[in-house]
């Protein structure tokens, strides 16, 4: 079955240093992959859209990798802040699951960083 | 100012009772999602829609119903059956479904608790 696998436990870091979040993803591949934020008790927000063909995408202190022969993709956050903090979300498009073509995300993963 | 908004924030209902989540949407958009999120655990679709009166099971139906009468609006009604219907819900619309490479907007999510 697909599956999307996100670092469960949470990353810890200082501010000004930079923040590396996993998305795995078997099974399937996806066209694309999108990135959101969620803040607790809130709904999620779009950071980033990346496609097959794109490597890497960049905006602002925000990158995003997406390697389609690993199954993966990272989420980096340069120079890092305490407003940073929340959950990210990936959400590699599905087309073949019972959502059909719907968003399906992973657990996210919690972020800390400290000041 | 555009947006999608849900209602209430916190809901609460006694067992056995059906209750119905407002979901409004002023974006323009085809397609709308409802999604539940539990503690530690990630978003799980419910039920989706592409288009006026058109709606699809998601990972998780059972329990729940939804009508889309209207492109603005796509009310989710949980419903006695509903096992564990203790949860936060999430809607979210996007231009369209097939439109793999559109971000999809996320109300502030309705909390509902079950006595």
């Known amino acids: 079955s697909q599956k999307i696998e996100q670092n469960s436990e949470a990353l810890n870091i200082q501010e000004g240093k930079t923040a590396t979040l996993t998305c795995n993803y078997t099974?399937?591949?996806?066209?694309?992959l999108q990135w959101y934020r969620q803040d607790p008790g809130r709904g999620p927000v779009f950071l980033l859209l990346?496609?097959?063909?794109?490597k890497e995408k960049r905006k602002e202190r925000l990158k995003v990798t997406f390697d389609t022969t690993l199954k993966q993709s990272l989420f980096h956050i340069t120079a890092s802040q305490p407003a940073d903090s929340a959950t990210y979300l990936c959400?590699?498009?599905?087309?073949?699951?019972?959502?059909?073509?719907?968003?399906?995300f992973g657990k996210g993963t919690s972020l800390l960083v400290t000041p | 100012d555009g947006g999608i908004t849900q209602s209430p924030k916190y809901l609460f209902r006694k067992e056995g009772q059906n209750v119905t989540l407002s979901c409004e949407q002023n974006?323009?958009?085809?397609?709308m999602y409802w999604y539940r999120q539990d503690p530690g655990q990630g978003l799980r679709l419910i039920y989706y829609?592409?288009?006026?009166?058109?709606?699809q099971k998601g990972d998780i139906a059972e329990g729940y119903s939804v009508s889309r009468e209207k492109k603005e609006s796509f009310p989710l009604t949980v419903t006695s059956a509903q096992k564990n219907p203790t949860a936060f819900y999430l809607c979210?619309?996007?231009?369209?479904?097939?439109?793999?490479?559109?971000?999809?907007?996320f109300g502030q999510g309705t909390r509902l608790t079950v006595v």
């Open positions: 974006l323009n958009h085809d397609a």
């Open positions: 959400a590699p498009t599905l087309s073949n699951s019972n959502s059909g073509y719907a968003l399906n």
């Open positions: 829609s592409q288009i006026v009166n058109d709606f």
């Open positions: 979210a619309s996007s231009i369209e479904v097939r439109g793999l490479d559109t971000e999809a907007f």
């Open positions: 990346i496609r097959e063909n794109e």
């Open positions: 099974n399937y591949s996806p066209a694309y």
